[in-house]
Structure formats: C-alpha cells, structure tokens
T-cell receptor, first 114, second 114 residues
C-alpha cells in the first residue's frame, strides 16, 4: 500500500512566522500535490510537482512556496503566516506512469495561525 | 469551464437504508472519474475509479458507481449503509489532457441515523 506521511497532524503557529509542512511518500511516485481544504470549498490545489526540483502553481499559490529536493519529499512553506491560512492541508502523491492513476493522500495537517 | 457538482451538501440516511450520492461534471475531454471518502480528521481514501469499459464500477466498502455519459453523471451507491459510513464523500474528475490535476466537487457529508 502507498504510504503518504505528513509530519504533523496538528500545528499552531503565530502570524508572521515562517511555517514548514512536510510530506513524505514511500512509493517512488513522481507527482506530488499540496491542497488546502476548507468547509464548503472542497479541495483547492496550491502547488504540485511533476518530479524532483520541478513545481507548478495550482489554483491558490499566493502566500505559499514549495520545495522538492528529493523524490520522496515535498515541502509546503508559508513564507509569512497569516490568519487566513488557517486550514486543513492535504498532501498527495501519484504514479506518473499512466494519466488515469489516482492520487494517494496523507492524513492531513490541521494548521491554526493565531 | 470544467467543473464538478455535488448537489447535496448533507445527506441523512437511516442505518440499513440504501444510499445514492450525486456527482455531475462538465468536462471537455474524455473523463476519468473518482470517488474518495474522508472520515473525520483523516485524509482522503480512494473508494473507486472509472476510466473506460463497464460503466458500473465496484469499489471498496461495498460501494459502486455508475458512469452515465449522456447525463454527465457518476453517482455513488450503496445498498445498505452502516454507521461507519458516516463521512464526507468527494467526487473528482481528471483526464489525459488535465496535466495530472483533478477537479474536485465540494463534497457531500453523509449522516447516519441509528
């Protein structure tokens, strides 16, 4: 089974802090994704990565950056956290070999910015 | 514009009763369709997927879904729900042309009455 591990289940940070959310997958997947999930809005894509050192903006990249230095790890960075970034953050990975492959998700990080 | 609509924000069903969750999509290319389930405080788990072939697909936990191209729908069904099915359900659409990305519905929260 695919295992996608997010480093924290719950995180509380202060406004203006630089925040790092880490995601690791164990299946050698090429593609990785960061979403945020808010009630009534479903999942919104922040950034995704085709492969190591490659990244593309999703629908809501403002205020975020990402890093993919190793294939198994995809980090989401909040450069200067703000209260409107309080949300559930979900990481996913996917095998690129066929375009119909599903995404596999971690358990999420619930981030609160005070 | 490409979109996925889950018309019901909440659905309440008695334990043992049948269930149908609706999903309609608007998509220019041949779609790949997914249903995911999210238990409270957890990530998303793949229930089933449709790519081609038989339009009735079977998934895990006793769920099935039927792809109806003429109605642009991919409704999820279960003949008899259990209390453990209480969760949020998400429909998602992708395609060969979607650059690995999925378009997500806003989700339907399933409540089970004892």
């Amino acid at each position: 089974d695919v295992k996608v591990t997010q480093s924290s289940r719950y995180l509380v940070k202060r406004t203006g802090e630089k925040v790092f959310l880490e995601c690791v997958q164990d299946m050698d997947h090429e593609n990785m994704f960061w979403y945020r999930q808010d009630p009534g809005l479903g999942l919104r894509l922040i950034y995704f990565s085709y492969d190591v050192k490659m990244k593309e903006k999703g629908d809501i990249p403002e205020g975020y950056s990402v890093s993919r230095e190793k294939k198994e790890r995809f980090s989401l960075i909040l450069e200067s956290a703000s209260t409107n970034q309080t949300s559930m953050y979900l990481c996913a990975s996917r095998y690129q070999g066929a375009s119909n492959q599903p995404q596999h998700f971690g358990d999420g990080t619930r981030l609160s910015i005070l | 514009a490409q979109s996925v609509t889950q018309p019901d924000i909440h659905i309440t069903v008695s334990e043992g009763a049948s269930l149908e969750l609706r999903c309609n999509y608007s998509y220019g290319a041949t779609p790949y369709l997914f249903w995911y389930v999210q238990s409270p405080g957890q990530g998303l788990q793949l229930l089933l997927k449709y790519f081609s072939g038989d339009t009735l697909v079977q998934g895990i936990k006793g769920f099935e879904a039927e792809f109806k191209r003429s109605q642009s729908s991919f409704n999820l069904r279960k003949p008899s729900v259990h209390w453990s099915d209480a969760a949020e359900y998400f429909c998602a659409v992708g395609s060969m042309d979607s650059n690995y990305q999925l378009i997500w519905g806003a989700g339907t929260k399933l409540i089970i009455k004892p």
